[in-house]
């Protein structure tokens, strides 16, 4: 079976006050359909910006990205911006450490909106009922600023999974959280990203969490 | 450097797009100031040259039937001894028509000598010559002639009118062919103190001392005109400087708005950090100083941009209105009258207006009574200034109320749109679209505020205008309905009269007399003529005026509380009709020759009205009489009010535009300033796969809105203030009201300026920039 996402000698670095610092050297990733890929390392080694590489968000300076779109497989790094933010809204779901809501949407409308962009409706019951298992259901129609910080991930994730992406990226989705709620989300995700089974990269700090993985990639800046 | 003011000043730094909408909020509002300021004191100027030179310091001028020049001199002399306080100066004025080889011309002969300040050189003057103005088209050391005497022209002045030469009073009596003892009026200028204070009012505020009335001035024995009612197209000109005074005013408010609205919303994309500084004990004390002096600080040097872009803004938009080269009068230069008033504001409304907005923002609420009772004071205010005085500052009272009272709907009107906001229903994006919008109605307030004022204030110069321009020609029509007009300055004309009449070519001989009398303890003007349909529709009446009737000034009417089909207390005639007496200096009331045998008047006629197929032979007819008579053609007069008007109703144009361009810009300041607020929200639309058109579609929606809102608002409001500047501020400072008459095309294209700039702003680059501050 093809993977879903194939990443060859990606590379990319910044220009950090006159010097160039390269954060990710001739990486190579392979995520299958259906897998969960932890990335785990120390703060700086680079998960955040390989995580947004992968969903199109920045360039690479160099390497290949493929990803499997549903029948054809597009090279991300050869596609203009139109067609990024295409494939971001039909394939990738994002789940950010911080800020994840649309601040002036409720919590029924956050999880709504990526049906309503990728114009499907028909999962909305669905969607809704899986704010049900994370535990929401009471708090449908607050704003994100009334909800505590477990509660906006859960949000985060309902939203993350609403239309089905083949992927998901989480950044340390359970950052701000203590530890029993932190495990209590991720298995959560897990469960969810399993029973979708779409493909899940999760960054991390965290040893625990990224147990719940079927692989480990180490980053070491 | 301490830690705390580092972190002040890199903020600058660090979010440059946000320090530039501070910048450009206050620079813009300073310009504003100072443009407006600018253009106002060129419309000062402009309307200045409708007042004679010589006439440019008087006050008022005083003549009696049968005046010689040895009454001046007996008057000088009570002067000198002191009996005269009031008075800083006096002047002879000799005048008359004279038909010269260069057709008819006024002349005017004055003593250079007299104190009064008079045409520039004149004091120099050999006897003989004259001061021609540039419209004589006669270049210096050519000459007049009158009869086979040459007098020489020895200098062309631009301060004297069309149609006029000003000279020594000899001269004058020579050329006017009149005896050394001829006079005909003194000029004087009275009241030096209240009109210093008047003259600083001026320097601050352009146009808005021409509505203060310096009580009246009498002198027994002698009839005291004000040079206005001397000259009625001054006067309303006046009204028109008033009026756009008032205005300028208003700007200056938007101005102080739009200062205020920048240190609320900066102090908003500061609030995390602030909030964790206090959180790690900085007093409230350091961080408003520390936020104070920067805002401050910026606002200097914004201030500095704001007077030179200002000055620069002035003279494009001059020029835009006016067509390069097309008007005479250049937008003045700089004083430090508008730099001290343009610097003054923006650093007291920094200081005022970002205290203000931190103890909104930073402290907790206080004071919901005040709440409520301001606006109820707001609207006592406002009706107690409509209609419990009669005064001049109630008005002014009443069009802040009106003002105020519009802004502080702007809140709960915003707080109930974010009500309706959470509820809405249709696209998600859109839903969040509105919903950021109205999410913090504080802030948008503010900014909605400065807008809708800047527009309101906008539509209103744009309907004012318009009434102007219509009530001017209606006045030029009511004044001007004969071909010539001969003033006997108190003379008997009525024989003069009767010859008139019988020459060949004069068609009509309208005689006019009358007197000043009191009634019921208030001066007013009588004047008699007999009244056929034609004079009595020069009034608005639709039939002749008939004995035991009369008409009656809109001054009188309200003074005397007198409606149409009122009798008249005392004399007992029956008003038939009320005309606006377009800048009368008193109450006037017309009636029939009958009436005034009747009431015991003097039968004098001091004025003529002539129709006449060649003017020019009338005018030699008067000359034959010897005495000075001035003659006033019909054409000359029109022609000279209407390119004096049409200049300043044009600079005018320049007021209307630049209140757009601030409304305009503000409009994008705020909306930038909303964009910087959404950063966060547009990072996770781009994760999510939302696309930048979609976004620009959500933004162009969002700004249509706001700028609905803010039509809907300022519409009604400009208005308002409109009606109320004409129909209210109007016949209190001047006597007489203005029919508000706008044109559609005069709202609407504010309107549509302002819908057309708000869907080009959306369209505008937003500008990413790393804000951490923003929650
Ligand atoms: N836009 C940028 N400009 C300059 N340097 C950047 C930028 N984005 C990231 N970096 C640098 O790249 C490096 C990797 O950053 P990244 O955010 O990917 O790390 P991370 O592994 O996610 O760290 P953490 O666990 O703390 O979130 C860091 O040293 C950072 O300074
Ligand atoms: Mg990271």
């Known amino acids: ?221 | 450097m301490r830690l705390l003011t580092l972190s002040q000043l890199r903020h600058l730094r660090f979010a440059p797009w946000s320090t530039l909408t501070v910048v450009l909020g206050i620079a813009l509002a300073v310009s504003s100031i100072v443009a407006v300021h600018q253009i106002s004191r060129q419309v000062v100027v402009s309307l200045a040259d409708v007042m004679p030179a010589y006439l440019d310091d008087v006050s008022d001028l005083v003549d009696r039937p049968g005046l010689v020049m040895s009454d001046y001199f007996e008057l000088r002399e009570r002067w000198r001894r002191g009996e005269l306080a009031q008075l800083v100066g006096l002047m002879p004025l000799v005048e008359g028509s004279v038909l010269t080889d260069r057709g008819v011309i006024s002349v005017v002969g004055v003593d250079a000598f007299s104190g009064v300040r008079a045409v520039a050189g004149l004091a120099f003057l050999p006897p003989g010559t004259i001061v021609a103005g540039p419209s004589l088209d006669v270049a210096v050391d050519e000459s007049l002639t009158i009869g086979d005497v040459p007098y020489r022209v020895a200098f062309v002045h631009e301060t004297v009118p069309a149609g006029m030469v000003v000279t020594d009073i000899g001269t004058a009596q020579m050329m006017l062919g009149r005896d050394d003892e001829a006079l005909d009026r003194i000029a004087v200028v009275a009241e030096p103190s209240l009109r210093r204070l008047e003259a600083w009012g001026e320097r601050l505020m352009p146009g808005l001392s021409a509505g203060l009335r310096l009580p009246a001035w009498t002198l027994p024995g002698w009839r005291v005109q004000p040079v206005d009612s001397a000259l009625p197209d001054l006067a309303f000109a006046r009204s028109v400087l008033f009026n756009l005074g008032a205005l300028g005013s208003l700007a200056l408010v938007v101005a102080w708005l739009l200062v205020y609205q920048v240190g609320v919303i900066w102090l908003r994309r500061r609030a995390l950090t602030l909030t964790r500084l206090e959180q790690m004990g900085v007093s409230h004390r350091e961080l408003r100083s520390g936020f104070l002096s920067s805002l401050v600080g910026l606002g200097g040097v914004a201030a500095g941009v704001g007077v030179v872009t200002g000055d620069i803004l002035a003279r494009a938009l001059s020029r835009a209105v006016t067509g390069y080269g097309n008007l005479g009068i250049p937008v003045p230069s700089l004083d430090g009258w508008v730099v001290g008033k343009a610097l003054a504001s923006a650093v007291l409304v920094c200081l005022a207006g970002g205290w203000v907005a931190y103890r909104r923002e930073r402290l907790p609420a206080s004071g919901t009574l005040l709440r409520w009772l301001f606006p109820c004071g707001m609207f006592a205010v406002g009706t107690y200034g409509l209609a419990g005085t009669d005064s001049l500052l109630g008005a002014f009272a009443a069009v802040a109320a009106v003002a105020v009272l519009g802004l502080l709907a702007i809140s709960p009107a915003l707080r109930g749109l974010k009500r309706y906001a959470t509820r809405m229903k249709g696209g998600l994006l859109l839903r969040s679209g509105v919903r950021e919008l109205v999410w913090y109605p504080g802030d948008l307030a503010v900014a909605v505020g400065a807008l809708v004022l800047a527009l309101a204030t906008s539509i209103a110069i744009a309907a004012m205008v318009d009434s102007f321009r219509s009530d001017f020609e209606r006045m030029l029509d009511q004044r001007l309905a004969y071909d010539l007009f001969v003033d006997g300055g108190g003379r008997d004309l009525d024989n003069l009269g009767r010859e008139l009449a019988d020459l060949a070519g004069v068609t009509r001989v309208q005689r006019y007399g009358g007197q000043e009398m009191t009634l019921l303890g208030r001066r007013l003007a009588v004047s008699f003529t007999r009244f056929d349909a034609r004079e009595s529709r020069r009034y608005g009446l639709d039939s002749a005026l008939m004995v035991g009737q009369c008409i009656v000034s809109e001054r009188l009417a309200r003074e005397l509380a007198l409606d149409i089909g009122d009798a008249v207390p005392e004399i007992g005639l029956t008003v038939a009709g009320i005309f606006p007496g377009y800048g009368d200096a008193v109450p006037r009331l017309l009636m029939n020759e009958a009436d005034a045998i009747r009431l015991g008047l003097p039968l004098r006629y001091d004025r003529l009205g002539v129709d006449a197929a060649e003017p020019s032979l009338i005018i030699g007819r008067l000359e034959a009489t010897g005495e000075g008579m001035v003659v006033q053609e019909r054409t000359a007069v029109r022609t000279r009010a209407l390119a004096v008007f049409d200049q300043t109703f044009t600079i005018t144009g320049a007021l209307t535009l630049l209140a757009l361009i601030v409304a305009a810009v503000g409009l994008y300041n705020a909306l930038l300033a909303l964009a910087l607020q959404r950063q966060r929200t547009r990072h996770l639309f781009d994760a999510m796969g939302v696309t930048g058109v979609e976004q620009t579609w959500v933004d162009a929606g969002r700004t249509m809105a706001v700028c609905t809102l803010v039509v809907l608002l300022a519409l009604p409001l400009g208005l308002l203030m409109g009606a109320l500047l004409c129909e209210v501020i109007n016949p209190r400072a001047f006597g007489w009201s203005i029919a508000l008459a706008p044109g559609a095309g005069t709202i609407f294209r504010p309107v549509l300026v302002a819908l057309g700039v708000s869907a080009l702003v959306s369209l505008l680059p937003v500008p990413s920039e790393e804000v951490p501050d923003v929650e």
């Open chain 1, 1 to 221: 079976m093809s993977p879903l996402l194939e990443a060859r000698a990606l590379g990319k670095s910044f220009l950090d006050g006159g010097e160039r610092r390269v954060v990710i050297d001739a990486l190579n990733v392979t995520v299958g359909s259906g897998e969960i890929l932890a990335l785990v390392g120390p703060s700086g080694s680079g998960k955040s910006t390989l995580l947004n590489l992968l969903a199109g968000l920045q360039r690479p300076d160099g390497g290949s990205i493929h990803l499997d779109v549903g029948g054809s497989v597009v090279a991300l790094q050869d596609l203009g911006e139109a067609q990024l933010t295409r494939i971001r809204r039909r394939c990738v779901g994002y789940v950010f450490q911080f800020f994840n809501l649309i601040p002036t949407l409720t919590v029924r409308e956050n999880v709504l909106l990526p049906l309503e962009l990728n114009g499907l409706m028909t999962f909305a019951g669905e969607a809704l009922a899986r704010l049900t298992t994370l535990g929401l259901d009471h708090r449908l129609d607050d704003f994100p600023a009334h909800l505590s910080g477990g509660e906006r991930q859960r949000t985060a994730i309902a939203r993350a999974l609403a239309h089905r992406p083949r992927l998901v990226l989480a950044d340390e989705p359970t950052g701000n959280l203590d530890h029993a709620n932190a495990e209590r989300v991720v298995d959560l995700l897990v469960a969810q990203v399993r029973s979708l089974s779409c493909a899940l990269v999760l960054a991390t700090h965290s040893d625990v969490i990224a147990g719940r993985a079927d692989r480990i990639l180490r980053l070491d800046g």
